[in-house]
Structures are given as structure tokens and as C-alpha cells.
């Protein structure tokens, strides 16, 4: 797994690097201590996981992550409890609390290689229903609509009741092809028509883009 560090302190840095060593499944890539010259690393040179610090100068590491939507596992490295909520929101892999321990960055660094090996190559999910596991094909998956405790699942061909959170089911799609767009829509990338100001279109629908998730469209869908 190809890993970069985005982390301001030098001695958190350097224990990121020491333990990433003793794992031999883990490549260093490259450090930075703020963000800027890594977004523009990341634009020609993917990797599979990043160690990222919450205060990293002029941009935070959540703004970051609301910027780049990185299609990779992120572990987040912080001295502060108090942004983990917020960082789960953004499916993050794991949350590191400084001073951490060989054993706690092994288990973020675990969760980081299953959930690479979930996503290449994927082609359907399982969906808890009431009753059932529906399978549901990804090429088929247009959109995910928030209905109250309930997300509507939208396909080609039906639609699908499930009380899996947007965060759970964020968990099983991959990253490169389903964005989200809105606190209560999730879509797919392939499938969007058109983008209208503050909705884009999927199947004749008009979906609402919240300025949240403004920028992190606009980096998806530019222009290569």
C-alpha cells in the first residue's frame, strides 16, 4: 500500500514512519507538512492510504478532506477528541489519538488494507432490506436518497428501503465512481447527465449540490 503523511510535527511524522516500517505491506511515498503542496501531489500521483493531522496550517485536515475526497483509506492523526465525529462523517478509516501506541496505529494500519482490498475491481454490494440482503449491481446504482431514518436506494430498475447509514453504505462503494452530493444524496458519478448550477441530473431527476460538497464535485467531474 502506497502511503504518504500530511503532518506538521515532526516527531508524530517520524512515529509514523517507524511504524509504517515494521509493516511490510506499507510503501512511504512522501511527507508534507501542509496541505497544499499534497493536493497537488495526489492530481499525478495516487496512493492507497494517507496519515493526515487535523491542524496543518492554512488548511485543516478536514478541510482536506472536504476538498480532495481522497479515493483512498485516510487515517487521521490528532491530539483532539473532539473532531473524530466529524471526521467519521467523512468516512474516514480510522482516528489516531497522539501520543499512539505500535498496537493502535497496527490496527488503524489493518483496517486500512481490508478496506483496500474491498474496492478494486468491485462490481455489487449487498444491501440490508427489511427482510433480506438485496444484491444490487454497482453499473446499475444511480443515486442514494435520504428518507428520514430510511436511505432509498435508486437503480435502473427498482428502488430499495434500507436503515443503513449513509456512512455504511459510503463504506462499501468505491470512491472513484459514487460521490456524495448533499446530506441526503449520494450518486453516482457515471450517472450524472447533467450539473446545474445547484442540482445535477440522473434519470430526470434534479438533485439538490449543498455548498459542502461543491468543490469536492467540481474536482470529480472536471475536466482530464
Do not use: W
Not at 503542496?37 to 499525478?44: D, G, H, M, S
Not at 492510504?49 to 481522497?70: A, C, H
Not at 446504482?141 to 437503480?155: C, F, P, Q, S
Not at 468543490?215 to 472536471?222: G, H, W
Request: proline share 4%; charged share 25%; glycine share 2%.
Amino acid at each position: 500500500m502506497k502511503y504518504i503523511i500530511i503532518e506538521d510535527e515532526p516527531l508524530a511524522a517520524a512515529r509514523v514512519l517507524e511504524f509504517a516500517g515494521r509493516l511490510p505491506y506499507l510503501d512511504y511515498q512522501a511527507s508534507f507538512e501542509s496541505a497544499l503542496p499534497a493536493i497537488e501531489y495526489l492530481k499525478v500521483n495516487p496512493v492507497n492510504l494517507i496519515f493526515l493531522d487535523i491542524n496543518i496550517g492554512e488548511i485543516s485536515g478536514i478541510q482536506f478532506l472536504e476538498l480532495v475526497r481522497p479515493d483512498c483509506a485516510v487515517i487521521i492523526l490528532s491530539a483532539y477528541q473532539e473532531y473524530a465525529l466529524k471526521s467519521f462523517e467523512m468516512n474516514v478509516t480510522d482516528y489516531l489519538l497522539k501520543p499512539f501506541t505500535f498496537e493502535r496505529f497496527y490496527m488503524a494500519a489493518q483496517r486500512a488494507q481490508i478496506l483496500q482490498a474491498r474496492l478494486p475491481g468491485k462490481q455489487f454490494v449487498f444491501i440490508k432490506t427489511q427482510y433480506r440482503l438485496e444484491k444490487v449491481i454497482l453499473s446499475e446504482l444511480l443515486y442514494i436518497e435520504g428518507a428520514r431514518d430510511y436511505r432509498r436506494i435508486h437503480t435502473k430498475t427498482q428502488a430499495l428501503m434500507t436503515l443503513e447509514t449513509f456512512g455504511e453504505l459510503e463504506l462499501q462503494l468505491p470512491l472513484s465512481r459514487f460521490i456524495r452530493v448533499h446530506k441526503s444524496f449520494l450518486v453516482a458519478l457515471d450517472k450524472i447527465e447533467s450539473i446545474e448550477k445547484d442540482f445535477i441530473r440522473i434519470a430526470n431527476r434534479l438533485i439538490p449540490v449543498s455548498d459542502t460538497y461543491k468543490m469536492a464535485l467540481a474536482e470529480k467531474t472536471k475536466p482530464k
